[in-house]
């Protein structure tokens, strides 16, 4: 079974920034991300492709 892409992402965004890049960008643990990820309107733009996370680039 083939899970579609998880959609909480802006049109037209990068999405190639690991969870520990991210972490690092924004100055916040990568546990923060985790939890940010549960919401139901999480405050950072991300994407799933099956098992991997990949965060939005603010440089396009």
Known sequence: MVKKATDHS???????????????????????????RMKVKPEVDFKRFGGAIRYATDRC
């Open 10 to 36: 802006l049109p037209g965004r990068l999405y190639n920034m690991t969870e520990r890049e991210k972490a690092e960008e924004l100055g916040m643990s990568t546990s923060w991300l985790q939890k940010d």
